[in-house]
């Protein structure tokens, strides 16, 4: 693809050789004269003079001296995603869907789903126009999941939920007959496993992305365009609003509510029926707001030192006793 023309398609502005063909798509590192590559951050911009790459998507500040060929745009990560997408699109199988998956006769598949080797897909499910669902999926009966949702290898949706009551010396199962309801555009990693609800429904919204193995417990809620790293686990009846953002290994209590935009740092604990307030950051376990975070991680950085100190003292005090 010409320079020019990828300038064109990405509605950007560009400076010098329009006719340049880019047949890669590279790290700004290992990037070659015929390939295309970004440049998004301080760090990327100053190895962007050392770059062989043969045109570089760049900030709109990006100072471009001495002279390359550059396409400026508001955000270069971005930028290349799409560019990634029409360059080197998913395969579409000659089989959409595969010969060994299994299919409930009763099942809604959308327009354009495709389903990989070894799938399972229950009664009464309903898969949206343009999913994609990877090797060796299950979908229990009843679950509903939107369109152009993509469910990478080994992912379980609407097992039943971790319900169990004490009676007589033994557990009891609390029989799980809700279900999981997934919205548009949801991404969710390889071996993750999202609960069906005990009763009514364990929901994630629009536009959220999951990692690799997460867990979302019975009768959660998580809103739109949420994101979660991977090996983070929900006990049931957790709420995530909106645009939260959860990092990787976060563990829940139950009832846990992280309001929108709330971001929880990776290895966080949430204690049972714990609320985080909207925008805040927390760390730690128990989660905290990060500042208190961060000084009492200093603080715990100054105790050999303060230990020391504490031993010379008590050996002045005894000799002055002495």
């Not at 997408?85 to 595969?98: C, G």
């Not at 379980?156 to 279900?179: H, L, M, S």
Request: aromatic residues 4%; charged residues 20%; proline residues 6%.
């Amino acid at each position: 693809m010409l320079t020019g023309e990828l300038a064109e398609w990405l509605d950007a502005p560009l400076e010098g050789d329009a006719g340049l063909d880019i047949t890669g798509l590279a790290s700004i590192e290992s990037a070659g004269p015929s390939d295309l590559s970004f440049a998004a951050g301080k760090r990327a911009t100053e190895a962007a003079a050392a770059s062989r790459a043969g045109c570089l998507l760049v900030e709109l500040p990006f100072a471009n001296d001495p002279p390359r060929t550059v396409i400026r745009a508001q955000d270069p990560r971005a930028a290349f995603a799409r560019v990634i997408r029409r360059m080197r699109p998913d395969p579409v199988p000659a089989e959409p869907i595969h010969p060994t998956a299994v299919i409930a006769p009763d099942a809604k598949l959308g327009a354009g789903v495709i389903v990989g080797p070894h799938c399972t897909i229950g009664a009464g499910a309903s898969i949206g126009d343009g999913g994609r669902l990877h090797a060796n999926i299950t979908i229990y009966p009843g679950v509903t999941i939107g369109a152009r949702c993509v469910l990478h290898a080994g992912c379980v949706i609407g097992a039943d939920g971790f319900g169990f009551a004490p009676v007589n010396g033994r557990w009891e199962k609390f029989p799980q007959i809700g279900t999981v309801e997934i919205g548009d555009d949801v991404e969710i990693g390889a071996n993750s496993c999202i609960d069906r609800a005990a009763l009514g429904v364990t929901s994630i919204g629009d536009g959220a992305k999951l990692d690799n193995m997460v867990h979302i417990g019975h009768n959660c809620r998580v809103g739109k365009h949420v994101v979660i790293a991977a090996q983070t686990g929900m006990a049931g009846g957790c709420i995530v609003e909106d645009y939260a953002v959860i990092g990787g290994q976060v563990g829940f209590g139950e009832k846990v509510r992280v309001q929108s935009r709330a971001v929880l740092g990776s290895g966080a604990g949430v204690l049972n029926s714990k609320i985080i307030p909207a925008g805040q950051v927390m760390w730690g376990t128990p989660a905290r707001p990060l500042k208190q975070y961060l000084e009492q991680l200093a603080n715990l950085a100054r105790l050999p030192e303060l230990r020391k100190q504490v031993r010379e003292l008590a050996a002045r005090v005894d000799k002055l006793g002495g």
